[in-house]
Protein backbone atom coordinates (compact mmCIF):
# COMPACT_ATOMS: atom_id res chain seq x y z
CA UNK A 1 0.00 0.00 0.00
CA UNK A 2 1.17 3.68 -0.74
CA UNK A 3 2.09 6.45 1.87
CA UNK A 4 -0.17 8.33 0.18
CA UNK A 5 -3.67 9.56 1.14
CA UNK A 6 -5.45 7.78 -1.83
CA UNK A 7 -6.38 4.27 -1.89
CA UNK A 8 -6.21 2.49 -4.93
CA UNK A 9 -7.72 -0.33 -4.80
CA UNK A 10 -11.02 -1.94 -2.14
CA UNK A 11 -8.83 -4.07 -0.05
CA UNK A 12 -6.47 -1.18 0.62
CA UNK A 13 -9.37 0.88 1.93
CA UNK A 14 -10.61 -1.77 3.79
CA UNK A 15 -7.46 -2.16 5.01
CA UNK A 16 -7.10 1.68 6.17
CA UNK A 17 -10.53 1.40 7.28
CA UNK A 18 -10.97 -1.72 9.07
CA UNK A 19 -7.36 -3.16 10.05
CA UNK A 20 -8.19 -5.95 7.87
CA UNK A 21 -9.58 -7.17 4.57
CA UNK A 22 -11.92 -9.79 4.85
CA UNK A 23 -15.55 -9.18 5.50
CA UNK A 24 -16.49 -11.22 8.03
CA UNK A 25 -19.94 -13.20 9.11
CA UNK A 26 -20.46 -10.93 11.65
CA UNK A 27 -20.01 -8.19 10.08
CA UNK A 28 -22.50 -8.95 7.27
CA UNK A 29 -24.88 -9.58 10.62
CA UNK A 30 -24.26 -6.21 11.64
CA UNK A 31 -25.55 -5.13 8.79
CA UNK A 32 -28.52 -7.43 8.52
CA UNK A 33 -29.58 -6.49 12.03
CA UNK A 34 -28.90 -2.65 11.10
CA UNK A 35 -31.39 -2.85 8.03
CA UNK A 36 -33.69 -4.50 9.97
CA UNK A 37 -33.69 -2.68 12.73
CA UNK A 38 -34.17 0.21 10.15
CA UNK A 39 -37.19 -0.92 8.88
CA UNK A 40 -40.81 0.25 10.00
CA UNK A 41 -42.75 -1.59 12.18
CA UNK A 42 -45.18 -4.36 10.77
CA UNK A 43 -48.73 -2.78 11.72
CA UNK A 44 -50.86 -4.91 14.50
CA UNK A 45 -53.31 -7.27 12.44
CA UNK A 46 -55.87 -5.47 14.85
CA UNK A 47 -56.29 -1.83 16.34
CA UNK A 48 -55.10 -1.66 19.87
CA UNK A 49 -57.26 1.58 20.50
CA UNK A 50 -60.29 0.16 19.60
CA UNK A 51 -59.21 -3.36 21.54
CA UNK A 52 -58.97 -1.70 25.02
CA UNK A 53 -62.42 0.45 24.05
CA UNK A 54 -64.15 -2.67 24.10
CA UNK A 55 -62.23 -4.63 26.52
CA UNK A 56 -64.55 -3.43 29.50
CA UNK A 57 -67.86 -4.84 27.34
CA UNK A 58 -65.50 -8.20 26.44
CA UNK A 59 -65.03 -8.93 30.11
CA UNK A 60 -68.66 -8.37 30.83
CA UNK A 61 -70.10 -10.56 28.01
CA UNK A 62 -67.45 -13.37 28.71
CA UNK A 63 -68.41 -13.85 32.50
CA UNK A 64 -72.06 -13.50 31.57
CA UNK A 65 -71.13 -16.35 29.27
CA UNK A 66 -69.14 -18.47 31.53
CA UNK A 67 -72.09 -17.75 34.31
CA UNK A 68 -75.17 -18.50 32.23
CA UNK A 69 -74.00 -21.66 30.56
CA UNK A 70 -75.23 -24.43 31.95
CA UNK A 71 -72.41 -27.14 33.06
CA UNK A 72 -73.88 -30.13 30.68
CA UNK A 73 -74.60 -27.25 27.92
CA UNK A 74 -73.19 -28.47 24.37
CA UNK A 75 -70.68 -26.94 22.68
CA UNK A 76 -73.77 -25.80 19.99
CA UNK A 77 -75.77 -24.21 23.19
CA UNK A 78 -72.67 -22.32 24.45
CA UNK A 79 -71.76 -20.91 21.12
CA UNK A 80 -75.35 -19.65 20.36
CA UNK A 81 -75.12 -18.14 23.51
CA UNK A 82 -76.41 -14.61 23.11
CA UNK A 83 -73.10 -13.32 24.78
CA UNK A 84 -70.78 -15.26 22.86
CA UNK A 85 -72.52 -14.14 19.88
CA UNK A 86 -72.15 -10.88 20.65
CA UNK A 87 -68.34 -11.01 21.55
CA UNK A 88 -68.17 -12.86 17.80
CA UNK A 89 -69.48 -9.31 16.35
CA UNK A 90 -67.07 -6.97 18.02
CA UNK A 91 -64.54 -8.68 15.00
CA UNK A 92 -60.94 -8.45 14.24
CA UNK A 93 -60.10 -6.48 17.42
CA UNK A 94 -61.55 -8.98 19.79
CA UNK A 95 -59.29 -11.76 18.64
CA UNK A 96 -56.45 -10.57 20.90
CA UNK A 97 -59.18 -10.81 24.08
CA UNK A 98 -60.57 -13.88 23.07
CA UNK A 99 -56.68 -15.46 22.98
CA UNK A 100 -56.21 -14.29 25.85
CA UNK A 101 -59.46 -16.01 27.75
CA UNK A 102 -58.05 -18.90 26.28
CA UNK A 103 -54.70 -18.30 27.63
CA UNK A 104 -56.10 -18.18 31.24
CA UNK A 105 -58.02 -21.63 30.79
CA UNK A 106 -59.31 -23.79 27.85
CA UNK A 107 -62.58 -23.01 27.18
CA UNK A 108 -64.83 -23.00 24.00
CA UNK A 109 -63.33 -20.15 22.37
CA UNK A 110 -62.47 -22.37 18.89
CA UNK A 111 -65.55 -21.62 16.98
CA UNK A 112 -65.61 -17.68 17.79
CA UNK A 113 -61.72 -17.78 16.35
CA UNK A 114 -62.65 -19.38 13.36
CA UNK A 115 -65.35 -17.50 12.95
CA UNK A 116 -63.36 -14.12 13.68
CA UNK A 117 -59.71 -15.36 11.70
CA UNK A 118 -61.20 -17.66 8.96
CA UNK A 119 -59.15 -19.81 9.59
CA UNK A 120 -58.12 -22.90 11.69
CA UNK A 121 -54.72 -23.90 13.00
CA UNK A 122 -55.84 -27.24 14.61
CA UNK A 123 -54.81 -30.37 12.56
CA UNK A 124 -57.34 -32.79 12.38
CA UNK A 125 -56.18 -35.26 14.32
CA UNK A 126 -55.76 -32.67 17.41
CA UNK A 127 -59.52 -31.80 16.95
CA UNK A 128 -61.60 -32.89 19.75
CA UNK A 129 -58.42 -32.41 22.36
CA UNK A 130 -58.91 -29.27 23.78
CA UNK A 131 -55.38 -28.92 25.14
CA UNK A 132 -53.95 -29.48 21.86
CA UNK A 133 -56.84 -27.33 20.69
CA UNK A 134 -55.66 -24.12 23.05
CA UNK A 135 -51.94 -24.49 22.33
CA UNK A 136 -52.46 -24.70 18.24
CA UNK A 137 -54.57 -21.17 18.57
CA UNK A 138 -52.36 -19.78 21.39
CA UNK A 139 -49.24 -20.62 18.77
CA UNK A 140 -51.20 -18.74 15.97
CA UNK A 141 -52.20 -16.21 18.07
CA UNK A 142 -48.77 -15.66 19.00
CA UNK A 143 -47.22 -16.00 15.46
CA UNK A 144 -49.07 -13.50 14.16
CA UNK A 145 -48.96 -10.96 16.64
CA UNK A 146 -52.21 -11.26 18.25
CA UNK A 147 -50.79 -11.80 21.50
CA UNK A 148 -47.60 -12.06 23.03
CA UNK A 149 -45.99 -14.88 23.91
CA UNK A 150 -47.74 -17.03 26.69
CA UNK A 151 -47.10 -17.02 30.00
CA UNK A 152 -45.59 -20.42 29.87
CA UNK A 153 -44.76 -22.47 27.32
CA UNK A 154 -45.78 -25.84 28.31
CA UNK A 155 -47.08 -27.93 25.87
CA UNK A 156 -46.47 -25.38 23.29
CA UNK A 157 -44.21 -26.36 20.36
CA UNK A 158 -40.86 -25.28 20.95
CA UNK A 159 -40.56 -24.02 17.29
CA UNK A 160 -42.54 -22.81 14.55
CA UNK A 161 -41.35 -26.00 12.46
CA UNK A 162 -42.44 -27.81 14.64
CA UNK A 163 -46.09 -26.54 14.68
CA UNK A 164 -45.46 -26.62 11.25
CA UNK A 165 -44.66 -30.04 10.80
CA UNK A 166 -47.43 -31.21 13.30
CA UNK A 167 -50.27 -29.23 11.13
CA UNK A 168 -49.35 -30.31 7.56
Known sequence: MTTSSC???YEEFEVEAFGYFDVTEDVRVK???????????RPLPY??????RIRPHFAELSATWKRERQGGSTVRKMI???????????????IPLVLGELEQEVDFWFNALEVLTGTN??????????????????????TLEYCR?????????KSAEDWISKNQ
Open 7 to 9: VDT
Open 31 to 41: AQDTEEAMRPP
Open 47 to 52: DPIEME
Open 80 to 94: QHPAYQEIVAMGKNA
Open 121 to 142: PVSERDMGSLSEMRNAWLWWGY
Open 149 to 157: APRSYNGLP
